[in-house]
């Protein structure tokens, strides 16, 4: 039995450096045989002076058993380690100075820089072998991505290891995972639930779970799924299903493959969903990672989303659309999305759809929509586009009323260097056109006007003028809009309009006509 008191220690190892400790207070009761050693340390306090790279500091109290045996005849080299708390950070400390530097664990340790804690915890490892047992609780844990690993904090649970298998159970509050290559940012779990297995093998790892949780601000979600990593350096293979649910359906910017798109796109997807809901949503990813998103029919990812409520950004030249609802779908690299409803302004929205073609390698978003109601609500949307130039010459000269039937086509492909396209076509019911200079109104307009970029066309337009049906035929020439109307008109409908002579002078006959109206 030990009790020891040590002030102004210095520690020292060639490959290590020093390690200075400024007090020390220890009960330890020591166990010898030959080849053999054992320290159950009661009680140790530390502090050390500047070590590590890190400035003075006081160590947390710890309790542990340590133990060494020499290779014999018949046994390996082997140490153990058994606690009632331990800090992980302190052990990656502490271990990587007293541990030959080929200990199993000891450089993940290091490069995940390891931190939280461990209780009823212990560990045993044969150095020359490899073999090595480890079992205990844990509480916050965490460390930083390293190799196909994903980092993690805040994790709490169970593990039990070796160096061929284990298991690892979660029941975690408030943990973050971090791992760039599915996540655009650090995510925080509210719930992480689960049991883990794994198993190691010359032919790799084998990891699986029969059933998980997982719930943070974006969604919440259940499923199962195993990776396999193959020793030789080969690609991992995936088999994962997924069940889930969101409030918050603008956080799913945070769960796409960001890996295989380019950046344009991921900036789209960064604002295109705002808030809304994803009331169910299935994932299934099945195959190797270096070939998603398997347009070659090697694999399998495919995902499904029920969403409501949701605004949809599509363009920022564009009016958003709100309040829709619909399923949006990925399947290898297409993104396709069909909703229904909503409204764009005041004028409502009937149908969307929405696809994103070959999102790995030259991604185009494709809008088609339809909307209908106030035929001026519907020009009005159009105020707010790229194609307000257009719309602007008719509203600003010409009273509008009725109702109207629209359909857009917009086309724009993700490369800096290749414009948007987008066509309108406004299907007019009954339309009233009241020029603001002249009265001479159009009513009863039935008739199609298509809106482009190049200018706003319309011809086999029907109407009715002053009183007798009239063809119409409406053209855009730079910022001036040029209405033509064709018809027929008796010559004293012309002259009681024009009031050109006097009521007791009669004129018969009729006459074709041909006004327009800039």
């Not at 400390?93 to 007293?98: E, I, Q, R, S």
């Not at 910017?253 to 295109?272: D, I, T």
């Not at 495919?302 to 309040?323: C, E, F, N, T, V």
């Not at 009937?350 to 035929?375: E, F, H, Y």
Request: net charge neutral.
């Amino acid at each position: 039995t030990l009790k020891a008191l040590l002030n102004d220690v210095v520690l020292a190892r060639n490959d290590m450096g020093r390690l200075p400790i400024s007090n020390a207070i220890a009960d330890v009761n020591f166990q010898f045989d030959a080849g053999f050693w054992r320290a159950d340390v009661q009680h140790l306090k530390i502090q050390t002076e500047s070590a590590f790279g890190q400035a003075a500091k006081q160590w947390s109290d710890a309790a542990f058993s340590v133990g060494h045996r020499k290779a014999n005849g018949t046994q390996a080299e082997a140490f153990s380690l058994s606690a009632e708390k331990l800090e992980l950070a302190e052990v990656a400390k502490l271990a990587g100075f007293f541990l030959p530097p080929s200990t199993e664990g000891l450089g993940y340790l290091k490069q995940a820089e390891t931190q939280g804690a461990l209780t009823d915890f212990a560990f045993y490892n044969e150095p020359s072998s490899g073999r090595f047992a480890l079992a205990g609780r844990f509480a916050d844990l965490g460390f930083k991505p390293f190799g196909s690993v994903s980092g993690v904090s805040h994790a709490t649970g169970r593990i039990k290891t070796s160096e061929s298998a284990g298991a690892l159970e979660l029941d975690s509050r408030d943990s973050v995972l971090e791992d760039a290559r599915i996540f655009s940012k650090p995510v925080t779990m509210q719930k992480m639930n689960g049991l883990f297995n794994w198993r190691h093998d010359a032919q790799g790892w084998q990891i699986s779970s029969p059933l998980a949780q997982l719930d943070c601000s974006a969604f919440k979600s259940v499923g199962r799924g195993s990776v396999f990593i193959p020793a030789n350096g080969a690609s991992p293979f995936v088999d994962l299903q997924m069940r889930y649910s969101s409030d918050n359906a603008g956080q799913i910017k945070h769960f796409l493959p960001v890996q295989v798109m380019r950046e344009k796109l991921k900036q789209w997807f960064g604002n295109a969903f705002l808030g809304g809901k994803i009331e169910q949503g299935e994932l299934l990813y099945y195959g190797e990672t270096a070939n998603f998103p398997f347009t070659d029919n090697s694999g399998v990812f495919q995902a499904r989303m029920d969403m409501r409520g949701i605004s949809l950004k599509y363009h920022p030249a564009w009016p958003q659309i709100d309040a829709i609802q619909g399923i949006l779908t990925l399947d290898k690299d297409l993104i396709e999305g069909k909703f229904e409803g909503g409204k764009a302004g005041q004028a409502k929205i009937g149908n969307t759809a929405m696809l994103i073609s070959d999102i790995g390698m030259q991604p185009v978003l494709r809008i088609q929509g339809k909307g209908n109601g106030d035929a001026l609500e519907m020009l009005k949307v159009l105020q707010q586009s790229p194609l307000a130039n257009r719309v602007n010459p008719l509203l600003n000269h010409a009273g509008i009323t009725g109702t109207a039937e629209a359909s857009l086509d917009l086309t724009v492909p993700f490369s800096p260097d290749q414009p948007a396209s987008a066509d309108v076509m406004a299907t007019l019911n009954n339309v009233e056109i009241a020029p603001k200079q002249v009265k001479l109104p159009l009513s009863g307009i039935n008739g199609q006007i298509k809106f482009t970029r190049d200018g706003a066309f319309g011809r086999d337009i029907h109407a009715n003028f002053l009183g007798r049906p009239a063809d119409v035929v409406v053209d855009t020439a730079g910022k001036q809009a040029v209405i033509t109307i064709n018809g027929k008109m008796s010559v004293s409908d012309w002259i009681q309009q024009a009031g050109a002579l006097p009521d007791r002078f009669k004129a018969n006959g009729e006459s074709s006509f041909r006004l327009a109206l800039k």
